[in-house]
């Protein structure tokens, strides 16, 4: 075993920045000793920063359309108008299961369309904060931003001024793929690039608006460009500072997929590993149920993750692209997952606070 890859393993389980060799060294993980080596320092890691708390929020997914034509080979959830399985949500129907279900969060992303154009998406969110002020708002990604700023003639940051005002409170990290100008041009070269991606998010950050950020994996990316993604965000966040969180994103093939097989569990739970290892300055991340499956995510929880993500009620973007896991599930279910795993389970706020211990 290299030396550089013992150091990196020894600083990050203290919680301490690895230099760019130690980060890239972490690709040596490759057989089950260094695997298990580097899963051990990313939940010594963890258990630095939360002990073993691991969290979960009440919250609601909510995508008003699924109609768009950026043509990002991965996505299945997109539709043309007139796909068997194009939809679009009126907001009385947004309004009402909000109102049933009183989610802490809500977390609202669409498509690109002319049918949710940015006045109706702006009037959505002023509408939600009036009626329900104490929702946490997280909404749109750095794409729309830029389609919203593109469509309606305003700058980027007139929108996010907007969008603060009426009602937003975070943003969420979908959008950024993977920082990598070589699948760019294969797989998303329609919408936001990744240095405007970056952009975006810090100008948002600048605002105090928080984000999150993520990274899709699996679909050809190789390691070194994982590595280089999270150093970019490393970076990023150095600068910034309005980053919570970080959700990897297991590739899910879909039907007639360009890649047959999305990331194995233990592919999933190295990428996890590594970024606890290497985002030493974003301080929470996520094992995303609906894409990991149930089980990896629960493991996740020992390879440095800390949060469930939450109930969701009804995902569609992975389950769209084949996933096999269950639509949303109960808090009895995030609390029963994480218990199993060995953790202590936490409900928290859209912002990362404690709500309520369980024991
Ligand atoms: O940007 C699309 C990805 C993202 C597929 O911020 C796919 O809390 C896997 O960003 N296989 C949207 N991934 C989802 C997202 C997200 C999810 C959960 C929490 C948060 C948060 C953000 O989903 C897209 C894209 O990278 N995606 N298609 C697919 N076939
Ligand atoms: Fe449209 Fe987003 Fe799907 Fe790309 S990933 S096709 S921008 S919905």
Redesign the pocket.
Known sequence: MSAVFDQALEKGACCERLSPEEAFSLIEAVTPDRLHQLGAAALANRRKRFGLRATYVFNL?INPANICGSG?T????AASRNAPHAYVLEEAEIFDRIERLCPTEA?I?GGLNTIWPYARNLSLVRELRRKFPDLHI?CY?A?EIAYFAKTSGLSESDVLDQLKDAGMDA???????IFSDRLYQQHWKNKTRPEDWVRIHQLAHAKGIV????M?F??GDTWPERITHLLILRQAQDQSGGFS?F?P??????AG?FVEK?PTPLETLTVLAASRLILDNIPHL?S?W??TGLATCAAGLSWGADDL?GTIGKER??HL???ATPVGLAREKMIELTQMAGFIPAERDGAFAIREKIS
Do not use: S
């Not at 991965?74 to 959830?77: A, G, L, P, R, S």
């Not at 943003?171 to 793929?177: L, S, Y």
């Open positions: 997914q990002c991965f996505c299945n959830y977390h992303v997280k990604t794409v943003m969420p990290g979908g959008g950024a793929e984000t999150n950020a993520t899709l699996g679909f969180c959700i994103l297991p590739f899910q093939p879909g997929h999305g996520k995303y609906p894409m993500d973007i992975a692209a084949g996933a």
